[in-house]
Structure formats: C-alpha cells, structure tokens
C-alpha cells in the first residue's frame, strides 16, 4: 500500500496537523481546492486542517445526495458555521439515484456512488472553480480493505491505480490516509472540533446507500433513514464503536390485526472495536432491543421484523454492504 500507519502510539496529534498544513500549503500553493464534506469525523478533521491551511482559498461543499441520514445537511452547515467555515449545500439527488437505479450488486453500487461523487458532482465544480485539487478524508482502513479486496471503499482511486488528474480532471489529496479512525478522532480533537463531531459514529462515504440490501430507491432509503433515527436515538448512550440499521432485500411475513401483513425487515447492528479491522456486536440488554424493535415496526411504515447481529468479524463486518 501507498500509506504507511501512523499508530495511535506513535501519533502526536499536534506536531501531525502542522505537517498536514505546510503539506497542503506547499501542495496547494496560490490556487484554490474544493473540500468534500460530510459531517464525519473524517471528513471534518480534513475540513479543518484544509481551512486552517488554506483558509478562503479552499472551498467546502455537502453535497446532498439523498442518501443522507435525517437532517443533515442543516445540521452540517450550523455546526462548521460557528466553527467559522462556509460551507455551501449541493443538491445532486437526482444523479446518485440516476447512478443506482437498477443495481443490486454491492460493488457495482459502490462504483455508480464514485463516479456521481467524483465525475458528475466534483468534476463540474472542480472546472467551474478552476481548482486543481479534492481534499478527502480517505483513511488507512478504507485503503487497507480496498487493496485487500475485501471491499471497495468509494473513496479510493489513486490505490487502485486511477489517474484523478487524467480521469476526473483534478488531483485528490488525502491527509488522513496514515491513520485508522481512533488516531482520527485524536486529530480532530487537537484540531478544536466539538465532542459532538470527533465522537460522532463512524458513517459510511456512500451513505445509507450501504445499509440497503438490493437495489437503492428514494422510498428504500426513506424507510433505512427511518429505523436509523430510531437506532440512533436509542443506543446514542452506548460506549461502543458504531451502530447502525440495514434494510433486507425481501419482504418477510408478518401479523398485523390479525391478518398477514408482507412487509420489511431491519437488522440492526451494534459493535465494539478498536479499530475496525476487527469487532464483536455489543451485548446490548434485551429491555434496549426490544424497545427497538417496537419502536421500528410501529413507527417506520412497512416494517415487520427487526433483528440483531451477533456475528463477529470476520466473517461478519460492521457494514453491509
């Protein structure tokens, strides 16, 4: 691999974030790069590290995909407005559904999510702006599993051999791509980020779009977005690493009124680790899981069943899809 680790032992956050400035300073020089946020702990602490280095000349952009959980775009832009970074709303619904509208492949979706994200959305940006470089948070384990084949992650282009500059008419530049996430959150921490972002669960580059079993529709991630609010308000106590729900492909019997009722099923999925690379799902208490599940089946339309993961990883991983 490209990267090489920077250990949590090893990591003195301080002394990382200066390199990391005068690195995109030098890269940057007087011109000008657009930074992809997200809201994640990732993306956030490039965000910073961009703004700190960069300062105007970097310009920070969500982009509302529709594959996002609940809220978020506006919750986004207030939280990095106080920290006093513009950050302008992109809406490209319509191309990341025209991308998925068919697929159920997991790599074949995570390839249509790349190339809306970095062709369709960025490239004309990228072009209008006359920028030359794309910031990211890609980190060491989205690199590692990637090259691994064990997943491709959609933010990973240059480790695979893609020419950025050549294919999408820019470079990408990745300063986080030595560390895994809990070095991450060290830096974003150093980096004056509130605890409500550097202790944010991990969350997907492609989204929910990753917590769909089968083919991606507005109506689909509707009812995932759902039984993710749900999730998240009733494990946000939980010391764990992530925890997430994951709407199956097929519909399953159930009972309502006292007649079957065909409907959908949610898995959901809580897990320790300490780095991603390995975890085991969370012994959460049965009073917590059944009040999930209730509130699931009650509150989210069509949805029949809720089960739990108690799979490890391997074989099992945190994510879906």
Not at 136 to 145: A, V
Request: aromatic content about 6%.
């Amino acid at each position: 691999m490209e990267a090489k680790e920077i250990t949590m032992a090893k990591l003195n956050p301080n002394k990382f974030i200066e390199e990391k400035i005068r690195e995109l300073s030098a890269t940057v020089g007087n011109g000008l790069a657009i930074n992809a946020l997200s809201g994640g702990v990732d993306s956030s602490a490039v965000t910073m590290i961009g703004h700190q280095a960069l300062g105007d000349r970097l310009k920070t952009y969500f982009i509302e995909n529709g594959i996002m959980r609940e809220g978020e775009a506006k919750q986004i832009v207030g939280w990095f407005r106080k920290l006093g970074v513009k950050v302008e709303v992109v809406d490209a619904q319509d191309k990341f559904f025209r991308g998925l509208k068919g697929l159920t492949d997991p790599e074949e979706k995570r390839e249509a999510i790349t190339q809306a994200f970095y062709k369709e959305v960025f490239g004309p940006l990228v072009k209008k702006s006359a920028a030359r470089f794309l910031l990211h948070g890609t980190n060491y384990t989205d690199i590692e599993e990637t090259v691994a084949g064990v997943k491709r992650q959609h933010n990973i282009l240059v480790q695979l051999g893609i020419d950025t500059v050549k294919v999408y008419g820019y470079k990408v530049l990745e300063p986080l791509k030595e560390l895994r996430k809990p070095a991450v959150r060290k830096v974003a921490k150093a980096l004056g980020l509130p605890a409500e972002i550097y202790n944010r669960p991990p969350f997907p580059g492609p989204a929910l779009a990753t917590r769909v079993i089968g083919e991606v529709t507005p109506d689909r991630v509707k009812t995932v977005r759902k039984a993710t609010r749900i999730v998240e308000d009733e494990l946000a106590g939980v010391k764990c690493f992530q925890y997430l729900a994951i709407l199956h492909n097929d519909m399953v019997t159930g009972v309502r009124g006292g007649k079957r009722d065909f409907g959908c099923q949610i898995e959901v999925r809580c897990w320790d680790s300490e780095d991603a690379v390995t975890g085991k799902p969370t012994r959460l208490p049965y009073p917590v899981l059944e009040r999930i599940a209730h509130r699931i089946t009650t509150e989210v339309p069509g949805v029949v069943s809720v089960v739990y993961n108690i799979t490890q990883k391997p074989p099992s991983t945190i994510e879906a899809i």
